[in-house]
């Protein structure tokens, strides 16, 4: 077998890029202040784009800038000047797919690495050589092919592939949907998308202003615009057999704790693929990590060839097992960590702590004192105490509440 993919991750602030990394991930995504898909993501400014790109080169990881929105025609400056005060930042690559941003940055940066980003829908290799002519290293392929397609581009195109394999799908074609500008004046292609397919709809009759009437595919509701989310763990060793170079988990704005969860099962379940790949196959505690997150019900999109999109969950809502309570910041030779409160949790409650390289224990919550070493009847978010946790317990490590074991 050549290489492995990389497995990439996506990081909405620096908090999450740093547990991207910790938690497995050789190459972490990110969005700028400017110029992204992401724009309610917190983001990054220049000072941490520049602590990211120390972290990443300290690590040999390689970090990515979004510049992938279709730019107005005033924009341009803006842009440009925006590329010159990242050109000294020495990024691993930026992800594009406006030509005229292509153009712009090759102009202003041109020892930069370029990727297409999934928003130009690629869908086959003579489009992939057109933007290789242009310049791009590495392409993300339209999420509406399927594997056979996938295989026949990598067999007629040397540039470097890249596939989403989990998270959120959009109804839209390669994500260019117009219901956010049309509704809300916010454009879904400007990073500002306010999701109008996940919305409860109902029907008024023209001559009837005021008047509603329930739209309902079944008992629970109507959610006919809603897409389940990808899940491609299982097809796992046929991405890596068709050559596919980098593995991309969608999520910049999804939580620290989706970020830790999601990237440790990939990197577990990617590592053993290479281990050996003639006995791997999908363990079931990786699948129910991935439960524990928020999610939708998981699909494998298009990847199989079916004609039927998955465009109807069994419901419009999200599923999540686990609550992410804390995180450990230090541990004492004697056991006792230090843990910041995320949600709140109480003395004598069963938690799991999860940890890279999918490390986990279970363990009741005893005594858990303020810094003062008062003991405490409840741990609120952002509280800084201590408590004791289970052995091998690590500064970066997270605690989670089962939600089915919630009084």
């Known amino acids: 077998m ?32 400017q110029f992204g898909l992401r724009a309610q993501a917190d983001n990054f400014t220049l000072e ?43 990024l691993d ?22 990727h297409l980003s999934t928003q130009a829908n690629t869908t086959n290799a003579e489009a992939i050589r057109f933007w290789a002519a242009a310049g791009v290293k590495r392409v993300n392929l339209a999420r509406e092919l399927s594997l056979e397609e996938i295989r026949a581009v990598r067999k007629t195109t040397e540039a470097e592939l890249e596939v989403f394999v989990h998270g959120a799908m959009c109804v839209a074609y390669s994500g260019r949907c117009l219901l956010s500008a049309a509704l809300t004046g916010r454009g879904a292609n400007r990073g500002l998308c306010t999701q109008p397919c996940r919305w409860s709809y109902a029907l008024m009759e023209k001559t009837r202003p005021g008047r509603y009437f329930s739209l309902e595919q079944d008992e629970r509701g109507s959610y006919l615009l809603n897409s389940r989310d990808l899940c491609l763990l299982d097809q796992l060793p046929l991405l890596v057999e068709a050559g596919i170079d980098s593995l991309k988990i969608e999520g910049r704005m999804k939580s620290r704790y989706y970020v830790a969860a999601v990237t440790r099962v990939y990197r577990e379940a990617l590592d053993r693929y290479v281990e050996n790949p003639h006995v791997w ?17 998981y699909g494998t999109g298009f ?33 006792r960590g230090e843990v910041v409160g995320r949600n709140r949790f109480f003395p004598g409650e069963v938690l799991e702590l999860i940890g890279p390289g999918m490390r986990q224990a279970r363990f009741e ?16 978010p952002n509280a800084r105490v201590w408590l004791p946790l289970p052995p091998g317990a690590r500064a970066g490590d997270l605690l989670r509440r089962n939600r089915s074991e919630e009084a």
């Open 281 to 297: 196959r999908p363990l079931a505690d990786w699948r129910r990590e991935l439960e524990s997150v928020s999610h939708r019900p």
């Open 365 to 380: 919550v005893r005594k858990p004192a303020a810094g003062d070493g008062s003991s405490l009847s409840v741990v609120q």
């Open 303 to 335: 990847f199989l060839g079916r004609d039927e999109p998955q465009l109807q969950p069994e419901d419009g809502g999200y599923i999540r097992h686990c609550d992410f309570v804390g995180e450990v910041v230090e541990v004492e030779k004697d056991g």
């Open 93 to 114: 690559a930026y992800i594009v797919a406006d030509p005229g941003v292509l153009a712009l940055v090759r102009a202003i940066d041109p020892e930069r690495e370029l």
């Open 2 to 33: 050549t290489s492995p993919p990389e497995l990439l991750a996506p990081a909405g602030n620096l908090e999450k890029l740093e547990t991207a990394l910790l938690y497995g991930a050789d190459a972490v995504y990110v969005g700028g202040e």
């Open 48 to 90: 941490q784009l520049a602590r990211a790109r120390d972290l990443t080169r300290r690590l040999n990881r390689r970090l990515y800038l979004t510049l992938n929105a279709y730019l107005a025609p005033g924009e341009m400056d803006a842009c440009a000047d925006y590329v010159e005060r990242l050109r000294d930042l020495e």
